[in-house]
């Protein structure tokens, strides 16, 4: 069943640990997105990408990384984590052309960085 | 720049009680238009989207959005709300980028 895949859902680390959160999706979507979203509130774009070897800043400044080296897989990781970055982290793709963009979410992963 | 604005940050209704839920965008061009849901502990889904053709559209389970283009808006109501409705609503526009309102917080009491 085509879906996206994010793990893990919950992840607990200490201050100066470099973590990486997966994300995959199984249907074959060339753009792939990465959004912060503090409990009940907004969704702030954080990076995003159109296809293989591309990866762009999004609206929200963010002190993460991603690569994209195949279709199906756009990871993000903090080299450093810090308590600011104590939030939940949201994936998720969307075909690129000219007839639809609607976008599919992950589950998730909620960080704290304590 | 692209913006989407969300009337109203926190709803409470009675179960049965109609809803209105507004969206308002800024863009001069051609748009996409969608509707999320998040329900407490879920993925965001696809409540219902616009892209072309009648501005009425109907999405999943009984909610229903209107595209008034000369008001730059896109309302989603449902005539009759019950608990399991209780969520956070997220309008979204397909402009230039993609780009989500502030969202709006449902609570329904039974």
């Known amino acids: 069943e085509a879906d996206i895949y994010q793990t893990p859902r919950y992840l607990v680390i200490g201050t100066g640990k470099k973590i990486t959160l997966e994300c995959s999706q199984t249907?074959?979507?060339?753009?792939m997105y990465w959004y912060q979203q503090d409990p009940g509130m907004e969704l702030h774009l954080i990076h995003y990408?159109?296809?293989?070897?591309?990866?762009e800043k999004g609206d929200l400044s963010s002190e993460s990384t991603v690569s994209r080296i195949r279709t199906e897989h756009f990871p993000l990781t903090l080299e450093s984590a810090r308590p600011s970055h104590t939030s939940q982290y949201l994936c998720?793709?969307?075909?690129?052309?000219?007839?639809?963009?609607?976008?599919?979410f992950g589950p998730g992963t909620r960080l704290t960085v304590t | 720049a692209q913006s989407v604005s969300q009337h109203n940050h926190h709803v409470i209704l009675s179960e049965a009680a109609s809803l209105e839920l507004g969206c308002n965008y800024s863009?001069?061009?051609?748009?996409?238009l969608f509707w999320y849901v998040q329900y407490p502990g879920q993925h965001l889904q696809l409540l219902l989207k616009?892209?072309?053709?009648?501005?009425l559209v109907k999405g999943i389970k009984g909610f229903e959005a209107e595209f008034i283009k000369s008001k730059f808006s896109f309302n989603l109501r449902k005539p009759s709300v019950q608990w399991s409705d209780t969520a956070e609503y997220f309008c979204a526009v397909y402009g230039q980028n993609f780009v989500f309102g502030p969202g709006t917080r449902l609570s329904v009491l039974p």
């Open positions: 990408s159109y296809g293989v070897n591309s990866t």
């Open positions: 249907m074959g979507h060339d753009k």
């Open positions: 998720a793709s969307s075909e690129f052309g000219q007839t639809t963009y609607e976008q599919y």
């Open positions: 616009y892209f072309s053709g009648d501005p």
């Open positions: 863009y001069g061009g051609t748009v996409n």
